[in-house]
């Protein structure tokens, strides 16, 4: 009963930003960590942030200075600001949130995944 729905994905010219949404919805008790990830055609999947329900972040540090990650608690979303995207930036972008429904009872959600796609 519990979704991630990412949206703000989509084309961009080097050097742009994008913002994307994740909102998760459903039987929720409580969500601690959320974070994005990304995954290249040909490539594994890797870790781009995280943040924690204490809003403690992690970056990859290849997007360090560069991306933002935030979370709004009321609406249960995490944000990626991405500024200055370059053409290594393009991937599918995968929203992740590990949640408790009951006491004891978490897993680690992820969205549909959203492309970002940078190019000129």
């Known amino acids: 009963q519990v979704r991630l729905v990412e949206s703000g994905g989509g084309l961009v010219q080097p050097g742009g930003s994008l913002r994307l949404s994740c909102a998760a919805s459903g039987s929720i008790a409580t969500i601690t960590t959320m974070g994005w990830y990304r995954q290249a055609p040909g490539k594994e999947r890797e870790l781009v942030a995280t943040?924690?329900?204490?809003?403690?972040?992690n970056y990859a540090d290849v997007v360090k200075g560069r991306f933002t990650i935030s979370r709004d608690n009321a609406k249960n979303t995490v944000y990626l600001q991405m500024n200055s995207l370059k053409s290594e930036d393009t991937a599918a972008y995968y929203c992740?949130?590990?949640?408790?429904?009951?006491?004891?009872?978490?897993?680690?959600?992820w969205g549909q995944g959203t492309q970002v796609t940078v190019s000129s």
């Open positions: 943040v924690t329900g204490s809003a403690s972040t």
């Open positions: 992740n949130a590990r949640i408790f429904t009951s006491y004891a009872k978490w897993y680690d959600y």
